[in-house]
Antibody
Framework: QVQLVQSGPEVKKPGASVKVSCKAS????????ISWVRQVPGQGLEWMGW????????DYAQSLQGRVTMTTDTSTNMAFMELRSLRSDDTAVYYC????????????????WGQGTLVNVSS | QSALTQPASVSGSPGQSITISCTGT?????????VSWHQQHPGKAPKLVIF???KRPSGVSNRFSGSKSGNTASLTISGLQAEDEADYFC???????????FGGGTKLTVL
């Protein structure tokens, strides 16, 4: 069955970087895109960006442009999200989510999610 | 503030039906049938229960149904069960700004 397993919780200081991983199994990794979505405690969900494991194309939320990079490694079926210049308002649970449709050129919806990774940014 | 508007909470007794609304605009819910609903139990990964407005993934109970009218999508859960108690959030494809927008989530309490 499809599974997305994320790396463990992180504690970072303001200005640092964090890299969260998402290991996929149970499907052909290179056929689907992966989005990263975050949820600040007590608030709604925010789409951060998307990367196609099919062709490497990426699309980032305008609010995070320049601070976020998403990558994939098809040899290990893993996706990564790196966020730089962390601020206190980056404290959130970060999720990876698989595209609902294979070889999609944009994000039309998600069907499987990782368990979430808490990133706590505090001095 | 979330792009899609959901009620913060709804409740119902076992066996009853409840409906959760998700209101967007003509740039998202109103123009596309890529509306999804996800169920999330505390501390767990979200689970897809409805996609493309009214389609159920394999394995999801037929007690879950979806619909859309204009800029508002709805999730109905019939024959409420204790295990349905969870947070539910909607999402939609959008053609302005981010390609996907979310609702703020609705906490369902089974009384």
């Amino acid at each position: 069955q499809v599974q997305l397993v994320q790396s463990g919780p992180e504690v970072k200081k303001p200005g640092a970087s964090v890299k969260v991983s998402c290991k996929a199994s149970g499907y052909t990794f290179s056929s689907y895109g992966i989005s990263w979505v975050r949820q600040v405690p007590g608030q709604g969900l925010e789409w951060m960006g998307w990367i196609s494991a099919y062709n490497g194309n990426a699309d980032y939320a305008q609010s995070l442009q320049g601070r976020v990079t998403m990558t994939t490694d098809t040899s290990t079926n893993m996706a990564f999200m790196e966020l730089r210049s962390l601020r206190s308002d980056d404290t959130a649970v970060y999720y990876c989510a698989r595209d609902r449709y294979p070889r999609s050129q944009t994000v039309l919806g998600f069907d499987y999610w990782g368990q979430g990774t808490l990133v706590n940014v505090s001095s | 503030q979330s792009a899609l508007t959901q009620p913060a909470s709804v409740s119902g007794s076992p066996g009853q039906s409840i409906t959760i609304s998700c209101t967007g605009t003509s740039t998202d819910v109103g123009s596309y049938n890529f509306v999804s609903w996800h169920q999330q139990h505390p501390g767990k990964a979200p689970k897809l229960v409805i996609f493309e407005v009214n389609k159920r993934p394999s394995g999801v109970s037929n007690r879950f149904s979806g619909s859309k009218s204009g800029n508002t999508a709805s999730l109905t859960i019939s024959g409420l069960q204790a295990e349905d108690e969870a947070d539910y959030f909607c999402s939609s494809f959008a053609h302005i700004g981010a390609p996907v927008v979310f609702g703020g989530g609705t906490k369902l309490t089974v009384l």
